[in-house]
């Protein structure tokens, strides 16, 4: 039986690979698409979902857009380094289609509620998800896994030098999901990071699988290849929300965990958005516990992802853009 995935997204470069990952997986059927504001405005995103999917040959999966613009804060974007439309600023021309008449939250409800057990997998900030518990907190117990990709637990952020993006764009919906007592798998920004960046000649090599999917995902990164050679010094495309759905598919890509006590901050403006993870248990909490293993009960616990195996995501994400399953070895090895 397939597994069902419902993917909240504020799609821009990144979330759009992620897509065709979760899209092109044969295992699963993805029963809804929710877009929320971050990367993009909401509209920007809907229409960069609906694109996407309409790539991937899935003009079926419905689309639904929704929040506008973070719960108590104004919305700041993530142009400079996604480009103006979230895609590089290429001019891909516009989807064949429009997203359904239903509100994202609404949407989500209902696929959580028809779906009990279902994979969330969070590619943008927490808006949606944070309004449907607001709304339903009744539905933390009945997803089975939600997979987020934000924060920075152990090291710098990309947008201030204590939080990640999505984290920090929305750290208020970021913390009522954390303490909701969802199943949360946090996917930080570091996992994208040093041997999970595509070099190169990863990148030639995906772009020689010659198919319209693979050009698509070199070139609509293009944009957010340079910001991010601008912001670290290293020349490839990191991919964060891809690496999230390679976990997401398949949660032994990551292969260091351990279930903690974690907050966001709201408060500073210094550490906004800010994961606090209290790894050593200072605090003495009961929530945290040394080592986690993926698909088992947490109890409350959020699960944080330390590292990963960087060929494996690589080779889950050649085999979604058409390249053979032993794609690029002998480059890694």
Known sequence: MARVFLIDTDTASDDAVALIMALRAPDVRVAAITTVAGNVDVGQATRN????????????????????????????????????DGLGDRGYPPPGRRAENRHAV????????????????????????????????????????????????CCEGNVTPAAEYNIWCDPEAARMVLRSGMPVELVGWHLCRGEAVLNPAEIALVLGFDNDLARFAVECNSRAREAYRRQTGEDGISLPDPVAMSIALDPTVGTAWSAHYVDVETGSELTRGMTVVDRLNVAADDRNRRVWAPLLDAGGKTNVCWTIAAQRWKQALYAALGGPRSAGRSISE
Do not use: Q, S
Not at 52 to 80: F, I, S
Not at 134 to 151: L, N, Q, S, Y
């Open 49 to 84: 979902a609906l694109y996407t999917a309409e790539l991937c040959g899935a003009a079926d999966v419905p689309v639904y857009a929704g929040a506008e613009k973070p719960l108590a804060r104004a919305h700041e974007n993530a142009a400079w380094f996604h480009g103006r």
């Open 106 to 153: 609404d949407a989500a409800i209902a696929a959580i509620e028809a779906n009990e057990g279902l994979v969330v997998v969070t590619l943008g900030p927490l808006t949606n998800l944070a309004l449907a518990l607001a709304r339903r907190p009744e539905i933390a117990g009945k997803v089975g896994r939600c997979v987020v990709m934000g924060g920075a637990p």
